[in-house]
C-alpha cells in the first residue's frame, strides 16, 4: 500500500493506480523530520502534508507516552474536522 524506493522510482500495487486516479486530496501526516522520507503520490491530486509529531520518537514513562499519542490523536481529528468543514463549506450552494 505504500510507495517503496527503488531506482528512482515508487513501486505500487496495480489497484492503488485506481484509487489515486479518483483521489481529490492525498493527504500526508509526516513528521517535520521525516517530510522528506514522505511517500509521493502519482496522479492530479492536491496534495498537503500535515506533519505531526511522530509517535516512536516520544519518550518518558508509559503513560507519559501515551498522553503524548493522544494529543496527536485529537490534533489529526481536528485537522481532519476542519480540512471536511473547509471543503464543505468550498462546495455549497448559496
Wanted: with cysteine.
Amino acid at each position: 500500500m505504500y510507495g517503496v524506493p527503488g531506482g528512482g522510482q515508487n513501486y505500487f500495487p496495480k489497484w492503488w493506480s485506481k484509487v489515486l486516479a479518483i483521489s481529490t486530496y492525498v493527504i500526508t501526516v509526516c513528521s517535520r523530520d521525516a517530510e522528506e522520507r514522505c511517500p509521493i503520490f502519482p496522479g492530479p491530486s492536491v496534495r498537503y502534508n500535515w506533519p505531526f509529531d511522530d509517535p516512536s520518537s516520544f519518550s518518558g514513562t508509559e503513560a507519559e507516552i501515551l498522553e503524548q499519542t493522544r494529543v496527536v490523536r485529537d490534533a489529526i481529528k481536528a485537522q481532519i474536522a476542519d480540512f471536511a468543514r473547509s471543503i464543505c463549506e468550498r462546495h455549497a450552494t448559496p
